[in-house]
């Protein structure tokens, strides 16, 4: 906030004035600067004024200087959690911290299913319907581990994880549900073979799969004691009926969010203003104990003026 | 690509492809922090297909120069808030286990309430 008193009228000129902190914006166009105002109908000043030469008619230098931006920027974490983060970042600017908002939720890369080979279904639930189930379902592994898989590649162990469901529900038995936990990982690479063509050739080489892993997957060192497993085991994929089945292999790749919403590693990423509240005149004894007991989130303090007074 | 004209490097229009608002906005804030600048805009020509337009208009040095030092600065700016990110992370990773341990020592449930306004 800009201090000092800066008279706005004067027939002569104003940098005569001994006390016009020079090179700092009046305090009513400070407040316009770097405040948004919540009026009764709508917020004002909602722009941010970032053009270099907005105040060149008073000679102030609007544009930030890298050193400065280092010098005054800070982040403050309020609440870091395994599923959510909460932090504060003083001294930025609204278009940057929208930028990183839309990266968060579009560009970053993670893992999600997005081929899946279907033996058997018997169910209810279409095919369709349930591979994109299995697309939305959050995989517990570190995306920078794997590459990108183009349609010019083959799937091999650097770019694809394969998972295996296989359910099925006895004649006579209840109805089960089938949860995320089912899948389970193959750290071999697909089970599926290939028909071929020539089926009379090699039938002493392996069986050609829908993959190509070189090595088990298992061996990386990453994996050797963490299982790949969905994030969460209780995510409800489908139901199944007395004698019905489902047999299938799911392939998960790499991804951004811009391609499909599955590989957003956020549930949502949002920002906000950091609210300022400024009281226009002082309250003082009971008036401020009702204003403290009033606000939910604890925001207010009350300060003891010394005399045996209460002031907020 | 630039859509400028061969005799005033100044001004010129830069169209790129597979962008959206996530990098022009950032581009264009710092390119209007820039002093050599006197007009500098975004716009999306159509919403379907993935093309931006940055318009810089500058007092006389060349567009694309000014051009690549805002996006050297936004890379700057990028990675000072990467490393402020980091370090308070850090810190804050740090304090809540010294919390942490205090609390187990005092045996006493702590309840710091924090205002998170």
């Given at each position: 906030m800009a201090e000092g008193a800066g008279e706005e009228k004067k027939k002569f000129s104003i940098w005569d004035l001994p006390d016009v902190p020079m090179g700092q914006l009046l305090p009513h166009l400070e407040l316009q600067r770097s405040r948004v105002s919540c009026n009764k109908d709508a917020p004002i000043h909602t722009e941010s004024i970032q053009y270099s030469g907005a105040y060149a008619s008073m000679g102030i230098n609007n544009s930030s200087r890298l050193d400065r931006f280092s010098n005054n920027f800070r982040v403050e974490v309020v609440r870091l959690n395994e599923d959510d983060m909460e932090f504060d970042m003083i001294g930025i600017d609204a278009a940057i911290a929208n930028s990183f908002r839309r990266i968060l939720i579009a560009e970053l890369p993670t893992m999600a299913i997005e081929k899946v080979f279907i033996a058997n279904n018997t169910s209810i639930i279409q095919d369709e319907v349930l591979a994109h189930r299995l697309g939305l379902v959050p995989i517990?592994?570190?995306?920078?581990l794997f590459y990108y898989l183009s349609?010019?590649?083959?799937?091999?162990e650097k770019n694809t994880i394969v998972f295996k469901l296989h359910v099925q529900c006895k004649r006579g038995s209840p109805r089960i549900t089938v949860k995320s936990d089912a899948l389970k990982w193959l750290p071999n690479g697909s089970e599926l073979v290939k028909e071929t063509r020539n089926a009379a050739s090699d039938s002493s080489s392996k069986p050609e799969t829908y993959t190509y892993f070189s090595c088990s997957q298992e061996t990386i060192p990453e994996f050797v004691k963490n299982l790949i497993i969905p994030k969460y085991p209780d995510i409800i994929i489908a139901k199944l009926g007395p004698g019905r089945e489902i047999e299938l292999e799911a392939h998960a790749v790499k991804g951004i969010g811009k391609t499909h919403a599955k590989w957003s590693p956020v549930a949502t990423a949002w920002y906000r203003m950091l609210p300022e509240v400024v009281l226009l005149e002082d309250i003082e004894d009971d008036l401020a104990e009702e204003l403290k007991s009033k606000c939910p989130v604890n925001v207010f303090d009350i300060e003891d003026l010394g005399k045996g007074e209460e002031q907020l | 690509m630039e859509h400028g004209s061969f005799t005033d490097n100044s001004a010129a229009t830069f169209s790129l492809t597979d962008e959206d608002h996530t990098i022009a906005n950032a581009v264009r804030f710092t390119l209007n922090q820039?002093?050599?600048?006197?007009f500098c805009g975004y716009s999306i020509?159509?919403?379907?297909?993935?093309r931006v337009n940055i318009r810089v208009q500058t007092t006389g040095d060349p567009a694309r120069e000014v051009l690549k030092d805002a996006c050297q600065n936004l890379m700057l700016m990028c990675r000072h808030v990467r490393c402020t990110f980091d370090k308070a992370v850090e810190d804050f990773k740090a304090s809540n286990a010294v919390k942490a341990l205090k609390i187990d020592s005092q045996d006493s449930s702590g309840d710091d309430s924090e205002e998170s306004e």
């Open positions: 517990h592994v570190d995306p920078r349609e010019n590649d083959q799937p091999n | 820039d002093p050599r600048v006197t020509p159509h919403p379907s297909e993935a």
